[in-house]
């Protein structure tokens, strides 16, 4: 007799799910999450119930609702149908239910807290990657076979299931919490979270201005908040301040161990219209915890009164201010500003580092840096991502480029480079909601720049930071964060020391593919009064640069912002000698042939040696090149592997030169 097992798990694998033999709900076999091959011997579990594993290379979930109030786990299944849309549902012991999805990512098991309902144990789980659900058999506690009452699991291939993101699991998480808490209450370490309701003072109808909800906030503790109480704050957050709330919901949410700035991101966002809670339910919760509204209130009322003795005023009257005013300077002309914040960013392995360190040179010894003037000053060079041999190996490559002779001269002695690689170089970090807490870093940095500065005897200095990861102690997502770090600590060596500040940092994805170089936050862009962007001119070309203006608020309209650059004998370079020039042209030959050829082909229109579109005469005027500078550098190419022909069908691009 063919056993369950062996008759419907040949099929199951086949529309590409994952099986594996279990007993009741437990699996038969050792290391079953490892997919071993011993689960697809189907005849050799007669008794065993059919599990289907979740995760693999389809990221499969379960939505385990394992809630006993009907009521309860009806509201479930319509709000995940609505909120996600259909899906194969299996029932094993009613009312609780199972659906099935797919995730558009990997994710890991994820669960609401524990409900009592109706006396029993309730929560929502996700099951994900290393678990698996029965599918098909006996439940054991009912002794009944599991049912799938619409769609059955083995109608539907895997690649069909309805596809979810992990943030619609979390929003669908913290909206059955919601539903949960109107049956039953939460367990385990008990929540003294409740919504607060008009009476007495009414709390629902207070003013959610943004100063005085931070301040609240902070009197709130977050050291080892339930889930459902964390997410229950960032609705109330929400329904206080609306999407202004965003910034303060990721300072709340840091003051835990648990913090996750991505899984932050997904509840905060998973958070449509909120109408049951909000300020007063802040109010209330922080109260428990010393906070006084009226005091507060007082006190800000307080700070508006006017004092006694005004001091001096720091306006400025338009009828006070006469010339002559000093010209702007300049650290490098009309690119970053003297005693500003500039930043310079520039994707992981383009060479950053290298092109400011060539800065720096030029600019302690009071050179052109790629034909721009410069303003001779003392620089501090901080290095946190290359050791001692790499920046020395850098600075002889360097000399040999300012033309110094490497047995009388040397590089400039007013340059101070500190390798800084593997130790702790955070200048700031935000500990609490609204703080800003200096490192023991920040009074190190300033007394080796007041150092630097009384022993060259300078009234200004360039200081150099690379880079922005290894030293900003925030969310660059929250502005508030990036903007004192930008201002209140980097600016404080601007307003200080007389100091010039260039930071280097990474661009985000977006700022890669739209070419805008920026970080993940636009703060940056608003923070700094110049910013420049280093990047591949040609992704088939390791040689070219392009360094781009990408905001000066003070330089000349009209001024050229691209500076196209090559690197050779370990530097970059100005292209100007006629070997480098030559270079350049035969590259941007060579990509122009191979960009046609491939067009032409995927046209159905191919270049051929003679017959049709003649290689000799059609490719050169397709492009607009000279024919005999053109077919050299086409046999180039074929030569090289890089273009050729099969089956006489044609010239085509087989590949093309690595980066």
Known sequence: MINRYQKYGPDLIEKGYELTPVHGKRPILEGWSKRPKKALKFDQFPDANIGILTGGVHNLIGIDVDVVNPKAANELLHLIEN????APR???????????????????????GVYEIDGKDCQVEILAEGQQFVASGKHPDTRRNYKWPDDKINDIAVDQLTEVTPGDITRILSMATTIMAEYGQLKGRVSTRKTVKAGG??????????????????????????????????????????????????????????????????????????NHIGAGSIHHWAAEHGFDLKKTRQAAIDKLKPKTELPPSPLLKASEITGPIPDREWCLDQWFPARAVSVLFGQGGVGKTLLIHQLANCVASGRDF??????????????????TDEIKRRQLSINDWLGLNEITQTGPANLYIWPRVGQDNILVTFPNQGEDKPSEFYPELCNTISDIKTR?????????????????????????????????????????????????????????????????????????????????????????R?????????????????????????????????????????????????DAVDAAF??????????????????????????????????????????????????????????
């Not at 909120?83 to 259909?86: I, Q, S, W, Y």
């Not at 930071?503 to 862009?525: C, V, Y």
């Not at 050299?632 to 022909?645: P, S, T, Y």
Request: proline content about 4%; hydrophobic content about 35%; charged content about 25%.
């Open 201 to 274: 003072l009414n709390l629902n109808t207070l003013d959610g201005e943004m100063a005085e909800i931070q301040t609240a906030i902070g009197y709130i503790p977050n050291d080892d908040e339930h889930y459902d109480d964390w997410i229950n704050t960032l609705h109330a957050i929400k329904g206080a301040l609306g999407g202004d709330g965003y910034e303060l919901a990721h300072r709340w949410s840091r003051k835990s161990t648990k913090y996750d700035a991505e899984e932050t991101d997904r509840a905060w966002h998973s958070i449509k219209q909120v």
């Open 602 to 659: 995927q046209a159905d229109t191919p270049f051929r040696a003679k017959s049709g579109r003649p290689i000799k005469t059609a490719l050169p005027a397709e492009i607009g090149e000279p024919p005999q500078a053109t077919f050299k550098a086409f046999q180039q190419l074929q030569n090289e592997g890089f273009i050729g022909e099969q089956n006489r069908s044609g010239y085509q691009v087989f590949r093309r030169p690595n980066p």
């Open 370 to 387: 790629m034909g721009i003037e410069t303003r001779k000053m003392p620089v501090l060079a901080i290095h946190c991502e290359d050791d």
């Open 546 to 594: 392009t360094l781009t203006r990408k905001k000066a608020n003070y330089a000349s309209v009209g001024r050229s912002s691209d500076i196209t650059l090559m690197w050779d004998a370990g530097v970059y370079q100005l292209p100007t000698r006629p070997d480098q020039i030559d270079r350049l042209e035969q590259k941007a030959l060579k990509n122009k042939i191979l």
């Open 90 to 112: 299996r029932i094993g012991q009613e009312p609780k239910f199972l659906m099935v999805f797919r995730c558009t990512e990997k994710i890991q098991k994820h669960k609401t």
């Open 83 to 86: 909120e996600l849309g259909f």
């Open 456 to 544: 060259e005897q300078a009234d200004e200095i360039l200081i150099i930071l690379d880079t922005a990861a290894d030293m900003f102690g925030g969310n660059e997502n929250i502005r508030r964060e990036v903007n004192t770090f930008c201002k209140s600590y980097l600016g404080s060596f601007c307003t200080n020391y007389n100091a010039t500040v260039i930071l280097l940092a990474h661009p985000s994805l977006t700022g890669l593919n739209t070419g805008s170089g920026l970080s993940g936050s636009t703060a940056w862009e608003n923070s700094v009064r110049a910013r420049a962007y280093f990047s591949r001119t040609d992704a088939d070309n390791d040689e070219i």
